[in-house]
């Protein structure tokens, strides 16, 4: 198994440009999460998927949308970059299988947003 | 919303010695709580986890304790090795059974000094 993988691992983006970060999975985990980690704040939650079909928003949502059409997949948008969104993002799955529920992370996709 | 907070921000310790990192949460229904160890450059590690229905949990010279009633769980490093050094997160999940919404501490740079 790959586990969670993540691409690009880098970008470098100017402001209002738009794209899209890819997160796939290949433990057929039902959950699914995006998280962004800046100096001193620790991982915070984007948005979170509990299966294909549903997503929820997480503690930062604000600029970011995420679809959750397969069980594999869960890329997150966005639509215009600001500076502010310049970051480290983690995409983690997770299954429910009794008292083994561990989210593994993917290896994470660096953005700077000029 | 779950609110988790984690100190100290920084731990130095010599190589041998015992390092307590703490984490205090705010929503009375979470009941995983897992830790979580970053390297430099590297994706977070799930290295120990505990439920609401255990107070304490031990894996060889790692253990997490759980104090409910206070809402605050601690991690206990024992014969710190250099290894150790990295930055150490701890999360709670506020949604029961679901591991995909991991709301985390600000993360703490431990420092083992040989």
């Known amino acids: 198994n790959a586990g969670v993988t993540q691409t690009p691992k880098f970008q470098v983006l100017k402001t209002g440009q738009s794209m899209t970060l890819q997160c796939a999975q290949d433990?057929?985990?039902?959950?699914m999460s995006w998280y962004r980690q800046d100096p001193g704040m620790g991982l915070r939650l984007i948005h979170y998927?509990?299966?294909?079909?549903?997503?929820d928003q997480g503690e930062v949502p604000n600029g970011y949308n995420v679809s959750r059409s397969t069980t594999e997949d869960f890329p997150l948008r966005l639509l215009s970059a600001a500076p502010s969104q310049t970051s480290v993002y983690f995409c983690?799955?997770?299954?429910?299988?009794?008292?083994?529920?561990?989210?593994?992370f993917g290896p994470g996709t660096r953005l700077l947003v000029l | 919303g779950e609110n988790v907070e984690q100190h100290p921000s920084t731990l130095s310790v010599q190589e041998g010695d015992s390092a307590v990192i703490k984490c205090t949460y705010s929503?009375?229904?979470?009941?995983?709580f897992p830790w979580y160890k970053q390297e430099l450059g590297k994706r977070p590690q799930l290295i120990i986890d505990?439920?609401?229905?255990?107070g304490e949990k031990k894996d060889q010279r790692i253990a997490v304790t759980l104090n409910k009633t206070a809402k605050h769980f601690s991690l206990h490093i024992t014969e710190t090795q250099p290894e150790d050094s990295a930055v150490y997160f701890c999360?709670?999940?506020?949604?029961?059974?679901?591991?995909?919404?991991?709301?985390f501490g600000q993360g703490t740079t431990l420092q083992v000094k040989p």
């Open positions: 983690a799955s997770s299954k429910t299988s009794g008292l083994k529920e561990t989210q593994y």
């Open positions: 433990m057929n985990h039902e959950y």
């Open positions: 998927s509990v299966g294909a079909g549903i997503t």
């Open positions: 929503d009375s229904a979470s009941n995983y």
């Open positions: 505990i439920r609401s229905n255990v």
């Open positions: 999360a709670a999940s506020p949604l029961s059974g679901n591991t995909g919404k991991l709301i």
